[in-house]
C-alpha cells in the first residue's frame, strides 16, 4: 500500500469515528485535499475557539499595602501601622490592564475621605514614600489613591527600579507603561478629573510580569516607608480587564507605511503578528516580531 493510500485510509477511517475536536479535513480542490496529480490528503489543524478576555472586579481595602506584594506580611515596623497584604490578580499574557475604580476610603492619619483618585491637601502638594524591597519608591501629588504593582517570578526581590514621577508626568495619562516592580498610580482609570470621565488608561504590561498587585498609597508622613494603614476604612470596588491594543502600525516597505490600522482580534487578541499580515498584506518574515515591548496601540 502506498503512503498516499495510508493517508486516505487514515482519513476514511477518522471520518467514520468522528474527528477529534479542533481537527478538520480540507474540501476536495484545495491544496493537501489529495486532488491534485501525487499529492496525498492531509488533515490541517483547526485552532478552537479561544478564551473570552480576562475580566474582574476586586474588592480593594483601605488598609492593603502595595509594598506587601509577593509577602507573606507587609514589610515594616508593625507597631507604624504596615496594614495588610494588597490584592492580587494573575496576569494572563495580553498586553494591557484596564481599571474603572470607585468607592470611598477614610484615613485617621490623614484625616481625609478619599476616592481612588487620592486626596491632596492643596495645589503643588507632592506625596513621596520610600522603596522597600525590591517595589520602587511612590512619587505623586496625591496620597490614598489606588495604586498597583507588577512582579514577575522573581518576586520581591532585588534592587528597585527608579519611581515613576507622577507630579511631572501628571494623572491624566493615555497609557503608561511600568517596569517590574514599579510602583504606578491608578486612580479611577480614567483621564479625567471628575470621577469617570475623560477616556479609559491603558497600563501595558511588562515583559515578563506574573501577577498584578492593588493597593492604597498611604503614609505617616512624607518621604517615609508605607505606614499609617491602621484605622483606615472602607474599600474602593476596582473592575478590571486584561485586553489588547486596537491597531498596529505598518512597517516600513508597505503602501500603508506608518499608518494605523486597525486590528480584528480574535476573542483573546493580541496576535499583532497576524494583524499585520492581514491588515498591511505582507508575508509573515515581513512582520515584525511584535511584543510586550514593542506592542500595538
Not at 482519513?11 to 468522528?18: E, F, H, R
Not at 532585588?158 to 517596569?179: E, K, N, R, V, Y
Not at 486584561?242 to 500603508?256: K, L, N
Request: hydrophobic share 35%.
Amino acid at each position: 500500500m502506498t503512503g498516499a493510500s495510508k493517508i486516505r485510509l487514515l482519513v476514511t477511517y477518522a471520518l467514520c469515528l468522528g474527528l477529534p475536536s479542533g481537527w478538520a479535513v480540507p474540501p476536495r480542490g484545495s491544496p493537501g485535499s489529495g486532488a491534485f496529480p501525487g499529492e496525498p490528503r492531509q488533515t490541517v489543524v483547526v485552532h478552537p475557539q479561544r478564551s473570552l478576555l480576562p475580566t474582574g472586579t476586586s474588592s480593594v481595602l483601605a488598609q492593603a499595602n502595595p509594598w506587601g506584594a509577593g509577602l507573606s506580611t507587609p514589610p515594616g515596623d508593625p507597631l507604624d501601622g504596615i496594614g495588610i497584604l494588597p490584592v492580587a490578580i494573575p496576569v494572563s499574557g495580553r498586553d494591557r490592564f484596564q481599571f474603572s475604580a470607585g468607592g470611598l476610603i477614610f484615613s485617621p492619619a490623614v484625616g481625609a475621605t478619599a476616592g481612588p483618585d487620592g486626596f491632596q491637601n492643596a495645589p503643588g502638594d507632592e506625596f513621596n514614600l520610600l522603596a522597600q524591597g525590591g517595589i520602587s519608591a511612590y512619587k505623586a501629588p496625591k496620597q490614598l489613591a489606588l495604586v498597583g504593582v507588577f512582579l514577575g517570578s522573581g518576586g520581591n526581590t532585588g534592587i528597585p527600579p527608579a519611581a515613576i514621577d507622577f507630579s511631572a508626568l501628571g494623572l491624566g495619562f493615555t497609557q503608561l507603561s511600568p517596569q517590574l516592580g514599579q510602583v504606578f498610580y491608578i486612580g479611577d482609570g480614567w483621564t479625567g478629573t471628575s470621577a469617570g470621565s475623560g477616556t479609559q488608561q491603558n497600563f501595558i504590561v511588562p515583559a515578563g510580569a506574573t501577577t498584578l498587585y492593588l493597593g492604597i498609597a498611604e503614609g505617616c508622613d512624607n518621604f517615609v516607608t508605607a505606614s499609617c494603614y491602621t484605622g483606615n476604612a472602607g474599600s474602593f470596588s476596582v473592575s478590571y480587564s486584561e485586553t489588547c491594543g486596537s491597531s498596529i502600525t505598518c512597517p516600513a516597505g508597505t503602501t500603508s507605511r506608518g499608518s494605523s490600522i486597525a486590528c480584528p482580534f480574535p476573542p483573546d487578541g493580541c496576535d499583532y503578528e497576524t494583524c499585520c499580515q492581514t491588515t498591511c498584506g505582507l508575508s509573515n518574515w515581513q512582520c515584525p516580531a511584535f511584543t510586550h515591548n514593542n506592542p500595538g496601540t
